[in-house]
């Protein structure tokens, strides 16, 4: 089916910012919005664990399958009640992006809240929503997502939801860029985690994910905007 012009803009632009994601840090240009280096908005505050790889029978497959999750604790820190809306994506080598719990079944929350022993531990669906300021008043949930491939190699983790920051998008006469619904293109502040792990296809998760490329200088942890 042909596309229209706005859309086929759209698309083009957002390939170019999954690209540019991969490359942060090194491939920014001066040009690419970056956070502001100082609090411009609100923010939240997530601890996390390192993603792990779990395996799930799940109820009318014959084999049992593999996922990868990330525990974490998000708090409001601040003085005013925040809306917590978050969203996981990990973006793996071959540049494809995966939404987290997406087709996944129940089954598999279930499984990892029984091996994290964490009673407390709210579903996906359920951990959104208004945020008051406290410690006690934190959550702990778990992204979740299918196995994208036996051998990860380097993936990257992006969390959006956890800043108030974003900015419009422009050419370079200062024109906001609008999508195919003419809305227009919003980049918001987002939290980048780079990891990588040595498992194989063969061995399937045997080995331990670190942090990083796995190179010297490159920040495993970061602010984008995405």
Avoid: C
Avoid at 31 to 45: A, F, G, K, M, R
Avoid at 68 to 75: A, P, S
Avoid at 98 to 104: F, I, L, P, S
Avoid at 197 to 215: H, K, L, S
């Amino acid at each position: 089916m042909p596309r229209p012009m706005k859309l086929t803009l759209l698309t083009t632009t957002l390939g170019l910012f999954a690209l540019l994601a991969w490359a942060v840090p090194s491939a920014r240009s001066a040009d690419y919005p970056e956070p502001s280096p100082y609090p411009i908005s609100w923010e939240l505050t997530i601890e996390y664990k390192t993603p792990q790889r779990i395996v799930v029978n799940i109820p009318g497959q014959v084999t049992p399958k593999a996922y990868w999750y990330m525990t974490y604790t998000v708090t409001n820190e601040g003085e005013e009640t925040q809306t917590f809306l978050p969203q996981f994506d990990m973006l793996t080598q071959d540049g494809k992006l995966h939404r987290a719990h997406k087709n996944v079944p129940q089954e598999v929350f279930q499984a990892i809240k029984n091996r994290e022993h964490n009673s407390l531990l709210l579903p996906p669906t359920k951990v959104g929503g208004e945020l008051r300021p406290g410690v006690d008043q934190a959550r702990d949930s778990v992204a979740v997502w299918e196995e994208p491939a036996k051998d990860l190699d380097v993936f990257r983790i992006f969390i959006a939801g956890l800043s108030g920051e974003f900015v419009e998008l422009k050419d370079d006469k200062g024109t906001v860029l609008k999508d195919a619904k003419g809305e227009p293109l919003i980049l918001r502040k987002t939290l980048q985690l780079t990891y990588h792990t040595n498992g194989d296809e063969v061995y399937p998760g045997e080995d331990p994910v670190q942090e990083g490329e796995g190179r010297i200088g490159k920040n495993p942890k970061t602010w984008v905007m995405r």
